[in-house]
């Protein structure tokens, strides 16, 4: 603890920008995993089977109060909007679906995309670091006893490069959590895009009458 403490009393002052840096991208990583793991997440297979089922019975009602039961996932909140609207016509249906996405897609994506920028500014503070840790160095040593010069190079140098370690270290883990969340992210929208267009198709062919227990 000492050591830690010592380190950042002596180290380049880019190193508490890079600290601030490191402190956002784990607040948006944090916040990301959370939403996306735990709240719009859901088992898609399962629960659309389910819907399916419901609907190909005729029991509207109970697919609705199926989709209420997970009423922060995204998947559910897109479905409920084309059932609720089952017995208007496949444009009310469609256009309902299509407004549901348009408004819970931007919530799943949001932020994410952040994660990279941070990444590239905790490598550029680094970077900073590194240059300043050398300038304040090597302008030490025209002054400096010769007996101090070999530890004043040997402290500049360290302070420069523990800019840069540190920077990168920032950085590659912002670059991995948005590689980590972008993928359930892009996951996410494909089912909601995927199972949207089915239900669609469903609720259509209900309203028809042409649903069988053989459907889908």
Same mark, same amino acid.
């Given at each position: ?17 890079? &600290? ?11 916040? $990301? ?16 089977? !389910?819907? !399916? ?8 009602? $109970? ?11 995204? =998947? ?6 084309? =059932? ?16 549901? !996405? =348009? ?24 970077? =900073? ?21 070999? $530890? ?28 980590? &969340? ?11 895009? !995927? ?22």
């Amino acid at each position: 603890m000492s050591s830690l403490a010592g380190f950042f009393r002596s180290a380049d002052p880019a190193i508490f920008a890079i &600290l601030a840096t490191s402190i956002w991208v784990l607040g948006i990583a944090i916040e $990301r995993f959370i939403f996306l793991f735990f709240k719009y997440n859901i088992n898609a297979t399962d629960f659309m089977g !389910q819907i !399916q089922k419901l609907v190909i019975a005729g029991n509207i009602d $109970r697919a609705i109060k199926l989709c209420n039961a997970a009423p922060s996932a995204a =998947l559910p909140r897109v479905i409920k909007a084309g =059932l609720t609207r089952a017995n208007k016509g496949q444009v009310a249906i469609g256009n309902a679906i299509e407004e549901a !996405q =348009l408004e819970i897609v931007p919530h799943i994506m949001k932020r994410t995309n952040g994660l990279l920028t941070l990444a590239n500014v905790a490598t550029l503070f680094g970077l =900073l670091g590194t240059i300043h840790g050398l300038i304040t160095c090597f302008a030490g040593l025209g002054g400096a006893a010769p007996e101090d010069r070999s $530890r004043i190079l040997t402290e500049g140098i360290a302070m420069a490069m523990n800019a840069t370690a540190f920077g990168l270290g920032v950085a590659i883990v912002g670059m991995l959590a948005h590689l980590w &969340l972008s993928t359930m992210s892009k996951k996410i929208v494909e089912e909601i895009e !995927q199972y949207s267009i089915k239900t669609e198709n469903l609720l259509v062919a209900y309203g028809k009458g042409k649903l069988s227990a053989d459907e889908g």
